[in-house]
């Protein structure tokens, strides 16, 4: 039996920060990765202003400016025969006013070097989390299988799942969830990108194909909504069909119908929205999408576990150092990040309502239009309705900022 003070399943974005944060508190904690290494494809690659800004706050701002990154400014979208500005980024308060795109893997490499600098850290690879070790009445740590067949148990005073939307932990916890019907499940695929190509984030809607490109430099993220439960269906036919129905509205992909050469190329993603009512229990507390699901609309569901780690790591910091975590503690967290989740969510259901069921019926064709439809016409002329938007998804509601304690400057820059 081994032990540590927090106990945090899971390695991607809200684990790292987590276990970083309070490693930078004094705190021992300990992550358990179940893959060998962070290399997965198809990932949410988007790094938002306030994830950003938090890096710079950690003194990692500089480390990540060496990552391979692409910058979106703006939101582009085709119309007809051209392609209009949407939505820029660059009034947004703050210094970041992009979207950096980053292979996640390397954030995520970033994140353990720094951790792995403190004392207390311990980044446990090739270790799954099976199940939870109750005692007492409350949640005492973890079983766990290793790769290589070996197994065995932490006991800590605080577990942390935040390992994903399909959670063992929060399965294991018994705990609440109320979920929402989505209307899409998404295929990501990449396609060559020219220089001639638009740049930014590219939406395509059309009477036959709705997706998203996300400009990565030389190739296209692609994101492509299909109706919910019709991937089967839908990989009867032949993979080309995809982009070609894309190069129908959107003229300039029509060197590219050829590119993807077989189904394996295109990785699904389940959609699912859904929320815990109660995100702990005693010693345990469930962050990210192990505590909300949340739709891939607007990329957002990264940074919002990134904030609930920051949040919680101020919060827990000093009942962890002192050993009295209670259930009162972990119920802090979930109130201070319990708006956000709800707004952002709701926003989700209403996109999806009104503008993604629509599109895959047939209903909206924005890229076929003769000229700019009337709701972009006034989008784009009233201030207020073009400001909000960018602001909500680059910054969204109550961002959270490094706990003093764990904060680094470089030497030249006081703050």
Known sequence: MERT????????????????????????????EKHKDFLRDFRGDTVHPTTLDLLDELGLGAEFAKLPARRI?????????????????????????????????????????????????????????????????RV?????????????????????????????????SGLPTRSWPTPMDVWWFRLPRNDTDPAGAVPVVSAHRAAVL???????????????????????????????????????????????????EVKLLDVKLDRLGKWYTGGLLCLGDAAHAMSPVGGVGINLAVQDAVAAARILAEPLAEHRVSTADLARVQRRRRLPTAVTQGLQRFLHARAIAPALAGRIDIAGADEVPLPVRVFRRIPVLRSLPPYLLARGIRPEHAPVFARRYPPNETR
């Not at 003070?5 to 358990?32: F, H, N, S």
Request: a negative charge; glycine letters at 12%; charged letters at 20%.
């Open 140 to 172: 005492a740590g973890v079983w766990y299988q290793t790769a290589g067949g070996g197994s065995g148990e932490i006991r800590a005073d605080l577990t942390v799942a935040c390992d994903g939307r399909s959670s063992v932990l929060r399965a294991a």
């Open 214 to 264: 996300l400009d990565r430099g030389d190739y296209w993220q692609v994101a492509t909504l299909i109706a919910k439960g019709s991937d089967e269906v839908a990989r009867q036919g032949p993979v080309e069909a995809i982009v070609r129905s894309m190069a129908d509205a959107v003229p300039w992909l029509r060197d590219r119908v050829d590119a993807l050469r077989g189904w394996d």
């Open 5 to 32: 003070t927090c106990l945090v399943v899971g390695g991607g974005p809200a684990g790292m920060v987590l276990g970083l944060l309070l490693a930078r508190g004094g705190i021992d904690v300990t992550v358990l």
């Open 73 to 137: 400014h703006s939101i582009q979208l085709p119309i007809g025969a051209s392609v209009q500005v949407l939505a820029t980024l660059e009034h947004l308060p703050g210094k970041h006013k992009y979207i950096a795109m980053v292979p996640q893997w390397d954030l995520l490499d970033l994140l353990a070097r720094s951790a792995e600098q403190e004392a207390g850290f311990h980044l446990r690879m090739n270790t799954e989390a099976t199940e939870l070790i109750s005692e007492d009445g």
